[in-house]
């Protein structure tokens, strides 16, 4: 019990410093300096108005100085973070693989949220990632190489998709996510991925023909790791 409160606080930490990322990466600023400040009317955000969710409760969502509203996406990074922290936990444990695993799912979060506002995401965020995937298990030669098949799958799809539809279908962000997920899941469980995504999306591409992917594909890759067995299960009776 101890540890998992502890694991959600620190993931509440953590995720307070992801919207510093969010915010300031696509910017092209600092993530380290200056300290964090109000954007509307530029007063310093105190530490006491900085604790994870707790403020922006107390503060009622609004900037303690100027009144304006605090964006929902800060408490709800921070609580997301906190979750994926403890989902991680459940599933693997702790040890060195786990701290791989919670900065890349964290990473990917901060990509998926960039993505929603800018229909875009930073390379360094996004070769980061792809180079935490594969350390997420010891087994790095294996994890590489099913990284760049599926990234290579990925790039063709591209390419195919494109084609077909005579307009740009994927972004090059999509293809390093793909390469991630084969790093992460391996080719088998990547392809199941890919399927889940799709379905997750589809509602949501009906409405809005313009969206961004990267977060169908972040959510379809987190499902399948946390229950790759089961899915695994599925995948063998349906072909079995």
């Not at 409760?57 to 996406?73: R, T």
């Not at 077909?164 to 994927?170: D, G, H, P, R, T």
């Amino acid at each position: 019990m101890f540890e998992i409160v502890f694991i959600s606080l620190f993931g509440l930490v953590f995720g307070s410093f992801l919207n510093v990322v969010i915010y300031r990466v696509p910017l092209e600023q600092s993530v380290v300096t200056p300290r964090s400040s109000c954007p509307n009317c530029g007063n310093l955000i105190k530490w006491y108005q900085n604790i994870p969710i707790v403020s922006y409760i107390a503060l009622k969502g609004k900037c303690a100085n100027c009144g304006i509203k605090i964006p929902i996406q800060y408490p709800l990074v921070e609580f997301m973070t906190a979750m994926l922290f403890v989902a991680i936990y459940f599933k693997n444990g702790i040890d060195l693989n786990y701290i791989f695993l919670v900065l890349l799912f964290s990473l990917l979060l901060a990509l998926s949220m960039i993505d929603l506002k800018y229909l875009a995401v930073p390379d360094s965020i996004n070769l980061l990632a792809f180079l935490v995937s594969i350390f997420v298990t010891q087994n790095y030669l294996e994890n590489i190489t099913n990284a760049l098949i599926m990234a290579g799958f990925f790039t063709m799809l591209r390419f195919y998709v494109s084609f077909a539809l005579k307009k740009e279908a994927m972004g090059e962000g999509d293809i390093t996510i793909g390469g991630i997920m084969g790093a992460v899941l391996g080719v088998e469980l990547s392809f199941a991925a890919l399927f889940i995504s799709a379905l997750i999306a589809l509602p949501f591409s009906v409405i809005n023909k313009q969206i961004p992917y990267i977060p169908f594909l972040t959510s379809a890759l987190l499902i399948t790791y946390l229950f790759d067995e089961t899915i695994l299960n599925i995948i063998n009776k349906i072909y079995g």
